[in-house]
């Protein structure tokens, strides 16, 4: 492995080694403590623009399984068809990889997919760091530059129409960087889902409900899939938006939302449902906040953070409408939370 560099906006340098793809990369440098599921992490559309640093330090040691894909042509095992990291920061890098279903080591997937990756780093500085002074724009190789475009959904979205499965019951998905375990969490409940661009008018498709879904940056910018959802919220369709898809739900609901100093990213973020006791731990990857306290009269908080209070989702109070900050489909993380998809689809 070749020597490699680790430089932050603040002038931060930390050296290690080069375990991916041997060239520069810049982006926004956020933090995850999720032990396991690093495929998954991955080729999470939400990691759009950014530099992931994992704190758990071991990672590699499982390998990477091949690409398969259920009966409906819905990855598993992956979030998605690509990489959507710019580069990956780890402590120990274990190229000797052991599970039945690896084909291959990360460093090589990583190679292959054009991805920079640094290892012998003091991950725990870097998360201590981050979560002091909120996240900070990095480099692997190259000048720490934050270089995003204001509206990473529309990167990440299909660019057309896609039709799974066959049902009596039809969702429209708005796709702003969708898990594919969203999808098959749909789709294993005998729904039909159409699967549309970010920017996609749902109020002219025919379909019994509405979902949301997660993605990258700043919800603010996704101003066709706010308005097209508040025109929704006029009727009386079931809409349930996870991760970007709460924001936008909640912009669209009239409530405002703000940048979180570090964010959420993790396997263990412990919830509460609001006006009752039930907590459940959940899977979080997140950079934005909704602000409840602008919510209209009309709504109220659904799940609260037990950790700093933020909200976790918005529910309307008569209408079949609500949402998760957090990841019901839960891949990877626990899966405490998917009973939501059996309540969004008992309500079409």
Same mark, same amino acid.
């Given at each position: ?31 995850s403590t999720a032990m396991v599921g690093y495929p998954e992490s991955l080729t999470d559309p939400s990691y759009e623009g950014q530099i992931l640093c ?9 390998? +990477?399984?091949?690409?398969?894909? #259920? ?7 992956? &979030? %998605?068809? *690509?990489?959507?990291?710019? $580069? ?9 990889f052991s599970h039945y279903d690896a084909v291959k080591s990360l460093g090589h997937w990583l190679r292959d997919e054009h991805i920079p990756a640094i ?36 990167i990440v979205s299909c660019k057309d129409s896609i039709l799974y499965g066959k049902g009596t019951k039809r969702v429209v998905l708005v796709d702003c ?34 979902? +949301?879904?997660?993605?990258?940056? #700043? ?7 706010? &308005? %097209?959802? *508040?025109?929704?919220?006029? $009727? ?113």
């Amino acid at each position: 492995m070749n020597k490699a560099s680790l430089i932050l906006e603040n002038g931060l340098r930390m050296e290690g080694l080069s375990f991916g793809y041997d060239g520069p990369c810049s982006g926004e440098l956020v933090f995850s403590t999720a032990m396991v599921g690093y495929p998954e992490s991955l080729t999470d559309p939400s990691y759009e623009g950014q530099i992931l640093c994992v704190s758990y330090p071991i990672v590699g040691n499982y390998g +990477i399984p091949a690409m398969t894909r #259920d009966e409906w042509g819905v990855c598993l095992g992956f &979030e %998605s068809e *690509k990489i959507h990291v710019r $580069g990956l920061v780890i402590s120990d890098y274990s190229g000797k990889f052991s599970h039945y279903d690896a084909v291959k080591s990360l460093g090589h997937w990583l190679r292959d997919e054009h991805i920079p990756a640094i290892c012998g780093v003091d991950t725990r500085h870097l998360t201590q760091l981050l979560r002091d002074n909120g996240t900070l724009a990095a480099a692997i190789n190259g000048n720490p530059i934050s270089n995003n475009p204001a509206n990473l959904a529309a990167i990440v979205s299909c660019k057309d129409s896609i039709l799974y499965g066959k049902g009596t019951k039809r969702v429209v998905l708005v796709d702003c960087g969708v898990k594919h375990q969203i999808l098959h969490c749909l789709l294993e409940r005998g729904i039909e889902v159409l699967r549309v661009p970010w920017d996609t008018d749902v109020n002219a498709i025919d379909a019994d409900g509405i979902m +949301i879904s997660n993605g990258p940056g #700043d919800p603010s910018a996704c101003t066709p899939a706010i &308005e %097209s959802i *508040k025109k929704a919220m006029e $009727g009386t369709r079931p809409i349930f938006g996870i991760c970007l898809g709460n924001q936008i739900m909640s912009i669209a609901a009239g409530a405002s939302t703000y940048k979180m100093k570090y964010g959420h990213r993790s396997h263990n973020q412990p919830v509460r449902m609001c006006g009752t006791q039930r907590c459940f731990i959940t899977s979080q990857n997140h950079g934005y906040a909704v602000d409840t306290k602008t919510l209209g009269a009309d709504w109220e908080p659904y799940f609260v953070n037990l950790n700093d209070g933020t909200s976790e989702g918005i529910r309307h109070k008569s209408k079949p409408f609500f949402s998760a900050q957090f990841h019901p489909e839960a891949s990877s993380g626990p899966t405490d939370t998917e009973f939501l998809f059996d309540e969004f689809i008992s309500a079409l």
